[in-house]
């Protein structure tokens, strides 16, 4: 969706392809306190590099690197007397500064951020996130509460750039799986099939 934007926004690529590019800016739009940012180093990092000819498909490959480590990413192109003028917007990812949990009473705390496997004080990156809570509800499944109830909340603290998240738990009852049958498959098949499942006998 990012590079569907990024490139539609300029209009055709054949605009700016082969215009020579005369100066490339990099704006850190939310600066941390105690974090420095090398601009020189995110320039040297780029595959458009300034006073060779413009490339819509270098640039856009220059975007997603960018927006794999930035929060957010912005492009803006001027053209001036035939060369282009590009200034890109960058947001620096929060930092997680708490995690808080509620509502779990029948599993531990510890055993939950084990699980999680995200501490505080770290980067916060949404994809990788979304990954481990998928594990930590996956994980509730496994200890048989197959109606847990599992969400979270992001709360930011702009002042530093930094969020708390706070995760909320209804556990509801457990149970264990006495057995799991199958109707016209071989014992062979069977056999693949539970290897497949998460929900386990017991």
Known sequence: IFIFKASTSFGSNQVYDDKDVRKITILI?????????????????????EG?????????????????????VIPDIDIDESELVITLKLWI????????????????????????????NTVFNQDEFNKAFKNLRDFYTKKGFFDAQVEYKLVPVKKNNEIDIEISIIEGSSGHINNISFNGLTKSEQSK?????????Y
């Open 93 to 120: 990812k929060p930092t997680i500064r708490s995690i808080s949990w509620s509502g779990n009473s029948k599993i531990k705390t510890k055993t939950l951020q084990k699980q999680l496997d995200i501490g505080v």
């Open 29 to 49: 739009e939310n600066p941390t306190r105690g974090l420095s940012i090398d601009t020189h180093e995110i320039l040297s990092s780029l595959c458009t590099k």
């Open 52 to 72: 060779d000819p413009f490339s819509q498909a270098l640039f856009d490959q220059d975007l997603k690197n960018l927006s794999e480590t930035y929060e957010k």
């Open 193 to 201: 099939v539970l290897g497949l499942l998460i929900s386990k006998k």
